[in-house]
Structure formats: C-alpha cells, structure tokens
C-alpha cells in the first residue's frame, strides 16, 4: 500500500524554525509531484506548497511565501517542508500529500503537529 | 484566488438517508473539482476528482455532480462510517488549490 509518513514536528517559540519530512514508500516517488497541506485545530484545510517531481520547480501560498522553503530528495524518497520565522498562525497539522495528476492530492500522510508558542 | 463555498456548513442526519452536500466556485473551473472525506483525528481521503469521477475503493454510495461554478456530493444511503467533515477542492486555477469549508455530517 502506498504510504507517506511526515515528522518532525513539534513545539517552538515564534520566530523559530523546523523541518518536516515526509517518507514515501510503495510509490515511484520520483515521479510524482507533492504537496504539503496544513490544518489548524478546528479549521479547514489549506494548501501550503508543491514541487514538481525532479524539485526544479515550487510554488507557495501568500502566508508562507519567503519563510517556508519545499524541496524532495528523490534518492531518498522524502520530501521537506523547511519553516523558518514561525507565526502563532501557523500553529496546525501539517499534511504531506502525493498529486495524482492536475492538482488533486490522491494520497496523504498522517500529519505531524507544530505548536507555536512561547 | 478562486474562493470555494460549501452549503451547508453542518448537517443532521440518520443511518440510510440521501445527503447531498453543494459546493459552489468564484469562478467557473469546468469540471476540476474534487472531494475529499476527513473522519475527525484523520487525514483526508479523496473520493471523488474531476467532479463526478469514484476514486477506487470509494463506495458507490458516494457520486459527485456538476460542472462550471456549481458542484454536488451525494451519499445515497448514510452509513455510520459516513459520519465525517467534507470538503470540496478546485484544481482548474493553481496555485493556489483551493478548498471549501467543510461541511460535518453528525448523527441525529
């Protein structure tokens, strides 16, 4: 069964830095572009970012444009979520997700949770 | 950005009823419209793309409709296992994907 497995996150003061990863398995991950989606506590979900499959190419939402960096290791099958200047706001559940073609996330991990506070 | 707008935004219903859940787009995105499924602490679950398409493994219970600004989930028959937060998503102008607010399907 294909399977995204995110980590690294946790709790860090505002203006802090983290990085997430994402393993991939059972997928030809080197073929697929990814995203990361975000969920704060209660809310909806909201795109954060995607890269193409060879990581030449990213794209971001406005709220994270400059502070967050996307970029994937294809050798090692993981994908990275760099987040630096960390916001209360973006206190949530982080998602990775891989894109079944045309922008439509088909499979997801689990999440890893990131506090901001102090 | 394209805004997404789901109705309702929360539902009462019992085990066997129809439930039919809108989502309606800012702009039209033709047919570029999916659907996905969050049961609460999980992550999300796609059921349906590009507007009226089953995802495999997805139950037939589940159809989606529409096209241009105006979208449709239907579940046929509520199962317990149904008993979940939609949310729609277009994929016609990116980036930014866009979703919808959700819609929860409680038990009544």
């Known amino acids: 069964e294909v399977q995204l497995v995110e980590s690294g996150g946790g709790l860090v003061q505002p203006g802090g830095s983290l990085r997430l990863s994402c393993a991939a398995s059972?997928?030809?991950?080197?073929?697929?572009?990814m995203h990361w989606v975000r969920q704060a506590p209660g809310k909806g979900l909201v795109w954060v970012s995607h890269?193409?499959?060879?990581?030449?190419?990213?794209k971001y939402a406005d709220s994270v444009k400059g502070r967050f960096t996307i970029s994937r290791d294809n050798a090692k099958n993981t994908l990275y979520l760099q987040m630096n200047s960390l916001r209360a706001e973006d206190t949530a559940v982080y998602y990775c997700?891989?894109?079944?073609?045309?922008?439509?996330?088909?499979?997801w991990g689990k999440g890893t949770t990131v506090i901001v506070s102090s | 950005d394209i805004q997404m707008t789901q109705s309702p935004s929360s539902l009462s219903a019992s085990v066997g009823d129809k439930v039919t859940i809108t989502c309606r787009a800012s702009?039209?995105?033709?047919?570029?419209l999916n659907w996905y499924q969050q049961r609460p602490g999980k992550a999300p679950k796609l059921l349906i793309y590009?507007?009226?398409n089953l995802q495999s493994g997805v139950p037939s219970r589940f159809s989606g409709s529409g096209s241009g600004t105006d979208f449709t989930l239907t579940i046929s028959s509520l199962q317990p296992e149904d008993f979940a937060t939609y949310y729609c998503?277009?994929?016609?102008?990116?980036?930014?994907?866009?979703f919808g607010g959700g819609t929860r399907v409680e038990i009544k």
């Open positions: 997700a891989r894109d079944g073609g045309y922008d439509t996330p088909d499979v």
């Open positions: 998503q277009q994929s016609y102008i990116t980036p930014p994907l866009t």
């Open positions: 890269i193409n499959s060879d990581g030449s190419r990213a």
């Open positions: 590009t507007a009226s």
């Open positions: 702009q039209n995105i033709i047919s570029h």
């Open positions: 059972r997928f030809t991950f080197s073929s697929y572009w």
